[in-house]
């Protein structure tokens, strides 16, 4: 910095935009604006001769060793993004080196980061965030892209996307969340979503070795394209008026098609709804949102044994008369676990039993300890209790991210 004995605001322009907001943040000035903006008020502050606040130096040195602990996200430190000149990718070539990034790797780094409050503020049904409306409506243009490491061996080795850290300029995005931060991920997502990052084979246009004098011609769907066969006598349009007569066809007959285009679903809904007022067609009609009542499900089996196996007269048969469970209890379980990996009620009953997914394995493994009863079962015992977490492939990740839009189409 300069010589702080005779400032203008004019030397104040010529510091660089992150000296002005330090020097505006040690004497607890706002540090939002233009450049223009910063090196006025600056001005105005070293005039009216503020002193420093002892708390927000030590709050800025406490952010810059964070900022340093994040540059050591494998233990090796990385250089500092801010201090990379070149090596820089534009959207355009960068974009095939894009990290498969999924819902699921955002909502595990956020509820990692961030508070509960500020996790559902940021994703809320993953479409009515505000993070998520930056990105919708535009307000993030490029990213650009840059391999600060080298070689591949200096890269942590995780399956996809998993954002170990992160950075933002802005006071929330410090501690690395903040809806600019969550937003740039959403933009990544969404690429990865749509296939744009990394194209398949098929997904590539057909090309052919057309020869110079014949021009290239463009590719074109299946149904866009008017097949008919040319017959002397009849016009091109007439043939176009049939097919598109054919893309409109409707089995209704005119007296339905008269109607407006919700009168069959009210008609339908008066029929149903005397009988079945609780279906989800009566509910969508009524526009009534489907509340799912809190019911108290039994304890998981890991829970149930270890609280029988306390007592001290317990046997074999008081474990298995305290695990079972009325039909009741178990349309419970059913109905509250529906959504399955994104429920942690489903995870929490999982524990302790014997799944669809793991049975082979048990069964392998009963085999094994027939043969060697000194086999090791200290892998597969953690897994059915829940106690060694799964990482999903990346096929997996695809899937569960794009369910919901399947289930829609």
């Given at each position: 910095?300069d010589d702080?004995?005779?400032m203008t605001?004019?030397k104040?322009?010529?510091?660089?935009?992150?000296?002005?907001?330090?020097?505006?943040?040690?004497r607890k000035?706002p540090?939002?604006?233009?450049?223009?903006?910063?090196?006025?008020?600056?001005?105005?502050?070293?005039?009216e001769?503020?002193?420093v606040?002892?708390?927000?130096e030590?709050?800025e040195?406490?952010?810059q060793?964070?900022?340093k602990a994040k540059?050591?996200?494998?233990?090796?430190v990385i250089?500092?993004?801010f201090?990379?000149?070149?090596?820089?990718?534009?959207?355009?070539?960068?974009?095939?080196t894009?990290?498969?990034?999924?819902i699921?790797?955002?909502a595990?780094?956020?509820?990692g980061?961030?508070?509960?409050?500020i996790?559902?503020?940021l994703?809320?049904?993953y479409?009515?965030?505000?993070?998520y409306r930056y990105f919708?409506c535009?307000?993030?243009?490029?990213?650009?892209?840059?391999d600060?490491?080298?070689?591949?061996?200096?890269?942590?080795?995780c399956?996809?996307?998993?954002?170990?850290?992160?950075?933002?300029?802005?006071?929330?995005?410090m501690?690395?969340c903040?809806?600019?931060?969550?937003?740039?991920?959403f933009?990544?997502?969404?690429?990865v979503?749509r296939?744009?990052?990394?194209?398949?084979k098929t997904?590539?246009?057909?090309?052919?070795n057309?020869?110079?004098t014949?021009?290239?011609?463009?590719?074109?769907?299946?149904?866009?394209?008017?097949?008919s066969?040319s017959?002397y006598?009849?016009?091109?349009?007439?043939e176009?008026?049939k097919?598109?007569?054919?893309?409109?066809?409707?089995?209704l007959?005119?007296e339905?098609?008269?109607?407006?285009?919700?009168s069959?679903?009210?008609?339908?809904n008066?029929?149903?709804?005397?009988?079945?007022?609780?279906?989800?067609?009566?509910?969508?009609?009524?526009?009534?949102?489907h509340?799912?009542p809190?019911?108290?499900?039994?304890?998981?089996?890991?829970?149930v044994?270890?609280?029988?196996?306390e007592?001290?007269d317990?046997?074999?048969?008081?474990?298995?008369?305290?695990?079972?469970?009325?039909q009741?209890?178990?349309?419970?379980?059913?109905k509250?676990?529906?959504?399955?990996?994104s429920?942690?009620?489903?995870?929490?009953?999982?524990?302790?039993?014997i799944?669809?997914s793991?049975?082979?394995?048990v069964?392998?493994?009963?085999k094994?300890?027939?043969?060697?009863?000194?086999a090791?079962?200290?892998?597969?015992?953690?897994?059915?209790?829940?106690?060694?977490s799964f990482?999903?492939s990346?096929?997996?990740?695809?899937?569960?991210?794009?369910?919901?839009?399947?289930?829609?189409?």
């Amino acid at each position: 910095m300069d010589d702080l004995s005779k400032m203008t605001v004019e030397k104040f322009k010529m510091w660089s935009l992150h000296a002005i907001k330090v020097y505006l943040s040690r004497r607890k000035k706002p540090v939002d604006g233009n450049l223009d903006e910063l090196s006025a008020r600056a001005f105005c502050a070293w005039e009216e001769n503020l002193p420093v606040d002892a708390n927000a130096e030590l709050a800025e040195h406490r952010l810059q060793h964070e900022y340093k602990a994040k540059r050591k996200p494998g233990g090796e430190v990385i250089p500092d993004p801010f201090s990379l000149t070149s090596g820089w990718k534009c959207e355009k070539d960068g974009l095939a080196t894009w990290p498969s990034v999924y819902i699921t790797d955002i909502a595990e780094y956020l509820n990692g980061m961030a508070s509960s409050e500020i996790v559902h503020k940021l994703l809320n049904e993953y479409k009515e965030g505000k993070a998520y409306r930056y990105f919708e409506c535009g307000w993030f243009k490029e990213v650009h892209m840059h391999d600060i490491s080298e070689t591949k061996k200096d890269r942590p080795a995780c399956v996809g996307g998993r954002v170990l850290v992160s950075y933002c300029s802005c006071v929330a995005g410090m501690l690395g969340c903040c809806n600019h931060v969550a937003g740039v991920l959403f933009r990544v997502e969404d690429a990865v979503k749509r296939g744009i990052t990394k194209k398949s084979k098929t997904s590539v246009l057909a090309t052919w070795n057309v020869p110079s004098t014949k021009p290239v011609m463009r590719p074109f769907k299946a149904r866009e394209i008017s097949w008919s066969k040319s017959s002397y006598g009849k016009e091109r349009c007439q043939e176009d008026e049939k097919r598109k007569q054919r893309q409109n066809f409707t089995p209704l007959n005119k007296e339905q098609t008269k109607n407006d285009e919700g009168s069959m679903r009210k008609v339908l809904n008066s029929i149903l709804k005397v009988d079945a007022s609780d279906s989800c067609f009566g509910q969508l009609q009524e526009r009534k949102r489907h509340v799912t009542p809190k019911v108290i499900l039994p304890k998981s089996v890991v829970d149930v044994t270890l609280s029988e196996i306390e007592k001290p007269d317990y046997s074999i048969e008081s474990v298995v008369k305290a695990l079972s469970m009325t039909q009741e209890e178990s349309d419970n379980i059913s109905k509250q676990t529906v959504e399955q990996v994104s429920s942690k009620e489903w995870h929490n009953q999982r524990k302790g039993r014997i799944t669809a997914s793991l049975f082979h394995r048990v069964a392998s493994r009963a085999k094994t300890l027939q043969k060697d009863e000194d086999a090791n079962v200290t892998a597969l015992t953690d897994t059915l209790l829940g106690k060694k977490s799964f990482n999903p492939s990346l096929a997996m990740k695809h899937g569960t991210s794009l369910e919901p839009m399947a289930k829609k189409k």
